[in-house]
């Protein structure tokens, strides 16, 4: 599925944190937001050195896509949901998509786990 740009949005997801993207970041987010509009799946892969902010720039590209299909699509059963009662489930916001990251995510770096305040504590989880 195609999720379009939205610049705004992408504007507003920046004004949350607490600090800049560097221009190698923003570069790096912007091709993987132009991926993300194509209607085919992506194959990208994101590689750098330790520090140079390969989660965050991941981290505003699943928001967004998060943000914006929302708008698109209503509630759909979660594929990711066991047998039984849970897999009756949907996914209501995008705090569920968060929390299986970090459940799948043991040990958060200290970086990690700041971006995951800052965005819980600004109103995107």
């Known amino acids: 599925m195609a999720i379009p740009l939205d610049a705004e949005l992408i504007k507003e997801i920046m004004t949350h ?6 221009g190698g970041q923003k570069i790096a987010l912007f091709q993987l937001l132009k ?3 194509k209607p085919h799946a992506m194959q990208r892969l994101m590689e750098g050195d330790v520090g140079t902010g390969k989660t965050i720039v991941a981290l505003i590209a699943a ?3 998060i943000k914006v299909s929302e708008r698109n ?3 759909q059963p979660s594929p990711l949901r066991g047998e039984g009662e849970a897999a009756r489930g949907t996914h209501k916001s995008p705090g ?25 504590n600004r109103g995107f989880l």
């Open 17 to 22: 944190l607490p600090f800049d993207l560097t």
């Open 35 to 37: 991926d993300m509009e």
């Open 63 to 65: 928001i967004h896509g």
């Open 73 to 75: 699509t209503s509630p």
């Open 96 to 120: 569920y998509v968060f929390q299986l990251a970090q459940d799948f995510r043991k040990h958060p770096t200290n970086t990690e786990s700041t971006l995951w305040e800052v965005l819980r």
